[in-house]
């Protein structure tokens, strides 16, 4: 089926305000009379809840962290993007919105890009007036910096902790309108199905993480706000609690999963220290704004401390493959050059899985002094973690799963295939096509949840009468045994090997094949060790306690067995995705110098998966991408 | 290394607790303190009993699930660190480790190290906020605010929720986590407009959750992950003295 | 009516009420050392006092007010706090928290029952009657002997153990709470509380050696009839 993204028609710069004219609004009394359910209180759930609280909706927000506070929004560092023009440095919503599809690499909708850029102003305004402390210049402007992939500075930063202090905005408007009593907060609290009656979302089965309790909630329409999924790869950098649950419950019912192969590996990273490692700690882009990359030249340099490599015998290879962006290549490109230092058995540190981020000459330049005020917490951060010092040595680095740019279809509406059911942030596939540029995670989440969701549900509510269905629908009782017996047959299965055992081993086939490279070959292993892993899965696996009280084993069962289904998904896309884009880089399509080489005859599409039932070919939906304002080119940071 | 850990377990709320003794054997140096944990508990399946609950997520110290007391000390007593940013390598071989949950009226134990930070919430609902519609806002630079101001309102924004402050007070007071808030929205000019109204309710509110008062042992300072000062806390009682004045 | 209930401002009435406590007893120091100008001194200043007549009875009045309010509100403050904490952690180490921080009740309570027996004592003359300042003769220039009746009763030793120990119980009280009324009236600017903290300190020392000046000069014949 060819899938149509609703996007408004005409010229991009008039799109968003027409479309923003032509929707439909609820009248203000009959807004209370509407229930919407918010999955996920990150930068998208947090704003988008607060925002449909205060417009008068009766907003129902659910998470899994004891606080909307927790959402791993927070972890974001390095900044947020916006098309300010503050520095004067030629900035524009179009060069936004260019340098967004450019980043990635011609594979996202040039509508909805655009609306983000748009907005973007919008959001720095916000944030200012909520009392987000961004970090400003002796004058009392606020202060931009430079990120990978762009050549202007528009990131608008708060020290290294830029997610906290949005999401603690977020979360702060969302707290007033707890107050107002507009929202209700359910926390500690797992959506664990979509409620479906008659095609179209109706409400969410819930487990009371604390309880244990499984509950049903009804809504007039449900939104999920709930990220991404790089932990089907175990290490990664997202939170312990991160997973694709929710977003795949959805998919179950009938919601297709776009792009699932486009995941990004972030470059700085610090590398894993051994077998014990949970999960891996991200060190912002934004390093790379002073840090050089090296490996040494020759192999045998490479056990030596850093020190005792000469200047002449380093590989500056970022600085040598890409003269123009350097450092600052964007992060796709920066991880698999990483990768193939690595490869060529050039890397550093514990199991040579590393490469050097060297401030000796951004010290000498600036001082120690400088370095210490822009990255002071990153350098405390890595000493923390690897007991060095990364003034008097360089740090090491490497490449680790970050973020998901693939997730379930939605139109222009942010609407997915099902009605009703809204997908807001990292979790939806829309803005960051192949790969996401640094700095563009916040804007997109609090874009979505502040100023797209507000307006597009009520051009969705006007459609249905409001608590026409409620949990008292027999589907309600359906899902909710569904989930109990799910549960349950979980906590019988009582074999050998614990969740986080068969967590790793599942990690480690994606890194392996699925990973940062992929071909023909390792994809078709992994597309066979994924179903045999899922099968000893349900016969083998450990869950202790019970399925009535607080049970840590139990969620974290729950979460991996839809990443058995999940993983062979994401598997599935990159296998029929016969081009390199972005995140996705088949080894079988790159230029002769090893870039990534699209298809954009073939492949100019978003691909949009139909689950059928496990063990079942899902089926294939198409979403032609039209280029109509920027010109389709091979993407070059030379 | 081979350590010795007494664990707090209780099962629910209502339960009582007692420290259980447990071997963790082999860890190596650059475990952190959750993956040591982990490592426990795996032993703990597999023989078939409850795992240890303790409440973790983004284990890069900025989330602030992470609450435990090690020895005595909020997560762990070591400067600006975490639990899950704790290293084993500042334990010795042969170490005992004394780990218990966060202990405070207002925090009620949900499952062994696992506590109910709700109260906290309810403090931010009251007031930590500036009443901004969402867009109808001025544009970010029209209001100038200086550096020295933006630098302390972040100083105080950087707090993380974790409730360490009040788990080391020996009062169980929330002041610190209060004050950051208020002290970080009176410092920018967008927050001096409710400051009198946001320091009163927050401050009262504090107490209805049943935290108890601050009588300055500045415990909370030396306890907070973030290092966050108590001079937060003085900042509160001058806006609340300013709240009094007409 | 909010003001009282509120944490913060029980703490400004804790702050306020102590620093006037705090004030009366540096005044008090100083009028007290003029024992050591002999009788002459202390006793023209006692006299000097008594002939305030009403002014003395309402300063007293205030003082009262002042002292019952700090100590209601310190036993209330005391068992909040205590109704806010379960039970105590099998181990607890404090790092900023002292000694004298965290006995402020104890250490206000000793005080309060030695206030007591202060004013039992050189106000009231129920304890010690026969060395009383209304027992004892009155002075050349018919004055009560104030200084007599103090040298005779530090001359007892356990009188003057009380007192010391007492004067150590003020020190722990005031070490802490100097510093905390600082803190709570708002003047910590972060930098400033390490000096302020040591200021607290010396304040205190100030009067701990102030006051058991007095009765260990005594004792040790020094100053004597």
């Given at each position: 089926m060819i899938l149509d993204g609703k996007c408004p028609t005409g010229p991009i710069e008039k799109s968003w305000d027409k479309h923003r004219f032509e929707m439909k609004l609820v009248n203000p009394a009959n807004k209370r009379k509407y229930k919407i359910l918010m999955v996920g209180t990150g930068l998208a759930g947090g704003a988008g809840a607060a925002s449909l609280g205060e417009l008068g909706y009766n907003v129902h927000a659910f998470c899994y962290q004891d606080s909307a506070r927790r959402a791993h929004s927070i972890a974001a560092q390095g900044g947020i993007n916006a098309a300010k023009n503050y520095p004067n440095d030629a900035d524009s919503i179009y060069r936004l919105f260019y340098d967004t599809i450019k980043g990635g690499d011609f594979r996202a909708r040039e509508a909805d890009v655009w609306r983000l850029s748009q907005v973007s102003n919008n959001i720095i305004d916000q944030c200012v007036a909520q009392g987000v402390p961004f970090a400003r210049d002796y004058a009392g402007y606020l202060d931009n910096r430079s990120f990978g992939g762009a050549q202007v500075s528009r990131t608008f930063y708060a020290r290294g902790q830029t997610g906290q202090q949005l999401l603690l905005g977020a979360y702060s408007a969302l707290c007033r309108q707890v107050k107002a009593k507009t929202v209700t907060m359910h926390a500690r609290t797992e959506m664990l199905d979509l409620v479906v009656v008659d095609g179209v979302a109706k409400g969410i089965t819930v487990r009371?993480?604390?309880?244990g309790q499984i509950e049903s909630h009804w809504g007039d329409a449900v939104v999920l706000a709930t990220g991404g999924y790089v932990n089907v790869f175990y290490l990664s950098t997202n939170a312990m609690g991160c997973s694709v649950t929710a977003a795949w419950k959805a998919a179950q019912k009938g919601a297709y999963m776009a792009n699932p192969c486009y995941t990004q590996i972030h470059p700085t990273c610090i590398p894993q220290s051994g077998e014990h490692q949970s999960k891996l700690t991200l060190m912002s882009e934004s390093l790379r704004n002073d840090g050089r990359c090296w490996v040494p030249k020759r192999k045998e340099d490479c056990e030596k401390p850093a020190s005792q490599v000469a200047e002449e015998d380093r590989d500056y290879y970022l600085e040598r493959k890409?003269?123009?962006?350097?450092?600052?290549?964007?992060r796709d490109i920066a991880s698999r050059a990483a990768k193939e230092q690595c490869d060529d058995d050039r890397g550093v540190g514990p199991g040579k899985r590393g490469v050097y981020l060297d401030y000796a000459a951004a010290i000498a330049r600036v001082g120690e002094h400088t370095i210490k005020e822009r990255y002071g917490n990153l350098f405390e951060m890595y000493e923390k973690i690897t007991d060095e010092n990364a003034y008097k040595q360089p740090m090491r680095i490497y490449p680790a799963p970050h973020y998901s740019m693939g997730g379930l279809w939605v139109d222009y509406n942010c609407m997915s295939n099902v009605p009703g059911l809204f997908v807001l942030g990292e979790a939806n596939f829309s803005v960051h096509g192949a790969n996401r540029l640094g700095a563009s995670a916040l804007m997109q989440g609090l874009a979505d949840g502040y100023f797209v969701i507000p307006y597009t549900i009520a051009n969705y509510l006007v459609t249905v009468k409001p608590g026409q269905v409620t949990d008292a629908h027999p589907e309600f009782k359906k899902s909710a045994d569904e989930v109990k017996g799910t549960i349950n047959k979980l906590l019988s299965i009582?074999?050998?090997?614990?969740v986080s055992e068969m967590h790793r081993e599942l990690g480690k086939i994606m890194w392996n094949n699925v990973g940062m490279a992929r071909s023909k070959q390792s994809l078709t292993e992994a597309l066979k060790q994924i179903p045999a892993l899922r099968e000893e899965f349900w016969k083998n696996v450990k869950v202790t306690g019970s399925g009535d009280e607080f049970n840590q084993q139990l969620e974290n069962a729950g979460r991996l067995a839809d990443f058995l289904e999940f993983g062979e998904l994401l598997a599935k896309d990159a296998l029929h995705r016969e081009e390199s884009c972005g995140g996705h880089f088949r080894?079988?399509?790159?230029?002769?110098?090893g870039e990534a080489m699209r298809d954009d005859e073939n492949f100019c599409y978003a691909a949009a998966w139909e689950f059928k039932g496990v063990n079942k070919e899902p089926e294939l939906h198409k979403e032609p991408l039209k280029f109509e304002n920027v010109h389709l080119a091979v993407r070059s940071y030379k | 290394m081979n350590l010795t850990l007494y664990v707090w377990r209780q099962k629910g709320p209502k339960d009582m607790g007692k420290l259980e003794q447990y071997e963790a054997p082999n860890v190596s140096p650059d475990q952190s303190f959750l993956e040591m944990l982990d490592d426990v508990n795996e032993v703990l399946i597999k023989t078939g009993k409850d795992p240890i609950a303790f409440d973790h997520d983004c284990r890069e110290g900025i989330c602030g699930m992470c609450s435990q007391v090690i020895n005595g000390r909020p997560h762990g007593g070591q400067d600006r660190t975490t639990v899950c940013q704790l290293h084993m390598r500042s334990f010795k071989d042969g170490d005992s480790i004394y780990i218990e949950p966060w202990k405070a009226k207002a925090f009620p134990i949900v499952r062994d190290l696992v506590v109910d930070r709700a109260a906290m919430d309810t403090i931010m609902n009251s007031g930590g906020y500036t009443s901004c519609h969402t867009g109808g806002v001025p544009d970010a630079n029209s209001v100038m605010i200086g550096k020295p101001e933006a630098d302390y309102a972040m100083d105080a924004a950087e707090c993380i929720g974790c409730g360490a402050c009040i788990a080391g007070c020996p009062n169980s007071s929330a002041m610190l986590f209060t004050s950051n808030k208020v002290a970080q929205l009176a410092a920018l000019p967008q927050g001096r407009i409710e400051a009198k109204a946001r320091v009163k309710a927050m401050t009262e509110t504090l107490k209805e959750c049943g935290f108890g008062n601050c009588t300055n042992h500045y415990e909370c300072q030396s306890s907070c992950p973030k290092g966050i000062d108590v001079k937060f806390i003085a900042k509160l009682n001058r806006e609340y003295i300013k709240s009094l004045l007409p | 009516m909010q003001f009282i209930q509120s944490t913060v401002g029980r703490k400004i009435l804790m702050a306020v009420t102590g620093a006037i406590l705090i004030s009366f007893i540096c005044v008090h120091l100083l009028g007290n050392s003029s024992v050591f100008l002999g009788a002459d001194g202390i006793n023209a200043y006692a006299k000097h006092l008594h002939d305030l007549g009403p002014l003395v009875w309402l300063f007293r009045l205030v003082m009262l007010s002042v002292f019952g309010i700090h100590i209601i509100f310190g036993i209330l403050l005391t068992l909040e706090n205590r109704a806010a904490t379960p039970g105590n952690y099998a181990v607890k180490k404090m790092a900023r928290a002292n000694f004298a921080s965290e006995t402020m009740i104890v250490s206000g309570l000793l005080l309060l029952a030695f206030v007591v027996y202060h004013i039992l004592h050189f106000t009231a003359h129920v304890t010690n009657p026969e060395i009383s300042a209304s027992h004892l003769p009155l002075d050349?220039?018919?004055?009560?002997d104030v200084y007599t009746m103090v040298v005779l009763s530090f001359q007892k030793f356990v009188i003057s153990l009380i007192y010391v120990a007492a004067m150590v119980f003020l020190f722990l009280h005031v070490s802490h709470g100097f510093q905390s009324f600082i803190q709570t009236l708002g003047?910590?600017?972060?930098?400033?509380l390490s000096p302020v903290e040591k200021v607290s300190k010396g304040v205190a020392l100030v009067l701990l050696f102030g006051y058991i000046s007095i009765p260990i000069l005594i004792i040790a014949g020094i100053v004597k009839i």
């Open positions: 009371n993480l604390t309880t890409y003269p123009s962006f350097g450092n600052l290549a964007p009582n074999g050998k090997k614990t080894v079988e399509h790159q230029t002769d110098d | - | 050349a220039l018919n004055r009560p003047f910590n600017n972060g930098p400033s």
